[in-house]
């Protein structure tokens, strides 16, 4: 119990720091970045992906959103492994990396993308309704206006990747 504290402490200090931001897309985008980065605490990857740098990769992302993860890479790790953080403009681009992250600008590139990646050990992280029935298993949704996210296990599964029951307790859990 004393654990889900600490977690949920960490996730309202995400909130309430992106908050004070003026711009509303650079709070949006520093949001999704932090909550990227807790990701890399809370999902366990295969060996092979635990060597080498971190690898997000962003489909066409935004210059705020490849910001904001860069100043994330600079200061945080994922275990003893540094962020590297690629802007990748097409799905063709997409090689082997921990997380993808798809906006919004680009959810019709959601079954493309999933097809690219199913013998990778990827996790795709969406911002689209519905998104997790095309196969990516983490979506971030507002609900009661606040910043929340879906997570289907089954997707993460499928790409051996092992959700851990702490974040999954945080989630909003769909199938």
């Given at each position: 119990?004393?654990f889900m504290?600490?977690?949920l402490a960490?996730?309202c200090f995400?909130?309430?720091?992106a908050a004070?931001t003026t711009?509303?897309e650079v709070a949006?985008d520093h949001i999704k970045?932090c909550?990227?980065y807790?990701?890399?605490?809370y999902?366990?990857?295969?060996?092979?992906?635990r060597?080498?740098?971190?690898?997000i990769?962003v489909l066409?992302?935004?210059?705020?959103?490849?910001?904001?993860?860069?100043?994330?890479?600079?200061?945080q790790?994922?275990?003893?492994?540094?962020f590297?953080?690629?802007?990748?403009?097409?799905?063709?681009?997409?090689?082997k990396?921990?997380?993808?992250?798809i906006?919004?600008?680009?959810?019709t590139?959601i079954k493309?993308a999933v097809?690219?990646?199913?013998n990778?050990s990827?996790?795709i992280?969406?911002?689209d309704?519905?998104a997790?029935?095309?196969g990516?298993a983490?979506?971030?949704v507002?609900?009661?206006?606040?910043q929340k996210?879906?997570?289907n296990r089954n997707?993460?599964?499928?790409n051996?990747?092992?959700?851990s029951?702490?974040?999954?307790?945080?989630?909003?859990?769909?199938?």
């Open positions: 119990m004393r504290k600490k977690v960490i996730f995400i909130a309430i720091t004070q711009q509303p949006m970045a909550y990227i807790n990701f890399s605490r999902i366990e990857w295969p060996l092979s992906y060597q080498g740098n971190f690898v990769d066409d992302g935004t210059p705020i959103m490849i910001s904001e993860l860069s100043k994330m890479a600079a200061t790790t994922a275990g003893s492994q540094k590297e953080i690629n802007n990748v403009l097409s799905v063709e681009k997409i090689g990396c921990n997380i993808l992250y906006p919004t600008n680009k959810s590139a493309k097809l690219k990646l199913k990778f990827t996790l992280i969406t911002d309704d519905g997790t029935k095309l990516a983490i979506n971030f507002v609900k009661d206006n606040r996210f879906e997570l997707n993460a599964q499928k051996k990747l092992i959700v029951s702490n974040l999954a307790t945080l989630a909003i859990l769909v199938e």
